[in-house]
């Protein structure tokens, strides 16, 4: 299966680096060090080569490094050469990604090749998958952030699905504009103009609800065929009255939200639609929701739905491959501390299944001791006070 990995790694005035490069040799990669050290900075560089506001949920402006005592802010940057293809077999391409911020600058350029593009481009040369500590607790969680976490396993295998969101919350966004100055100036809003946001709620929902079926029955099916690791099993669903599509799906939507704008006008938002369905998982061996697990049950839970995405956007890379069709590349995966908090069974599972599917993969955490199941299977980087030392490399 080909693959791609990222084979050099940039920092500049990001975060806790003034300056910092890492030459990587496509192993799966430990970052390891004290608490503070940088680690998850180093994460979260990579994640700004993708759609979205990376791994932190940070805006770019306030991601540049910052002085002692000082505000961050400045002009940043995140390079990368990616080689995608068989290196041992001379078939490797590599190409050049980045993303930063100018001087002055509010919002994130990206770039290939030296030419600005936008970050959904960069899906074509590399996709993230990510689980950082925040995650752990995902369902216990506002559904809202569940949504957010189903969406990004969405367009990770179609990264057209970012573009279907904005859409619908652009629509949304407007709607509830003129419902509410109209309201507030107590007069009819322009119902043309309703119409015409509706209709577009409708067929992006539409297009919004489908991909998002379509992605939790593939990685259900990774679920199932994981069966023989130690993590636990899942049954997931996807609950609300938008989340299943029918051939009248759109229309029903535009007339459902032409029917509530009275109501949505009063609530100060849209009380219907697919923006308010949730992610369900059902724990297997007990029948119970997962927000009633126990922290590490849902710990687990989570990296085993990680693990079940990058094993189908593997699989599907290589099927494409094998019928000789150009493939989307294979992920690479961010864990933030995900070993710190596994048994040593359930850790050494993960290893083992990072190396199987042949990802690159970069793990964070305090203790190098943590990783000694990996050997050298890995690339093993200390990192300490804005420097990254290989040390087997």
Known sequence: MPRAVIRRLVLTEFRSYASAELALDGRPVVL??????????????????????????????????????????????????????????????????????????????????????????????????????????????????????????????????????????KASRERMRILTDA????????????DALEARMGESGEALSDARMRALQSLQDEIDDRGDRPFPMAQLALSGDWA????????????????????????GRALTGPHRSDLLATLRETGRPAAEGSTGEQKALVLNLVLAQSARLARAAAALAEKGAVSPPNPIVLLDEAAAHLDPLRRAALFDEIVHLRLQAFLTGADKTLFQALGDRAQSVHVDGGSLSSENG
Request: proline residues 6%; aromatic residues 6%; hydrophobic residues 40%.
């Open 32 to 169: 390891w060090g004290r608490n503070g050290a940088g680690k998850t900075n180093v994460l979260e560089a990579i994640s700004f080569l993708s759609p979205g506001s990376g791994l932190r949920g940070a805006p770019a402006s306030d991601v540049g490094r910052r002085e002692a005592g000082g505000r961050p802010g400045g002009a940043w940057a995140v390079h990368v050469e990616v080689e995608r293809g068989e290196a041992e077999r001379g078939e490797a391409e590599p190409v050049r990604l980045g993303a930063g911020l100018a001087a002055g600058g509010a919002r994130r350029t990206v770039r290939l090749e030296g030419e600005t593009v936008s970050p959904a481009r960069l899906a074509q040369h590399v996709r993230l998958v990510w689980l950082t500590p925040d995650q752990d607790r995902l369902f216990v969680e506002p559904a809202s952030e569940r949504r957010r976490f189903l969406d990004r396993l969405v367009w990770a295998a179609e990264p057209a699905h970012a573009a279907v969101a904005a859409a619908y919350d």
């Open 183 to 194: 309201r507030d100036a107590n007069r009819a809003a322009d119902p043309a103009w309703l």
């Open 244 to 267: 299943a599509v029918d051939p009248d799906f759109a229309p029903r939507l535009a007339q459902a939200l032409r029917t509530s704008r009275e109501r949505d006008a009063g609530a």
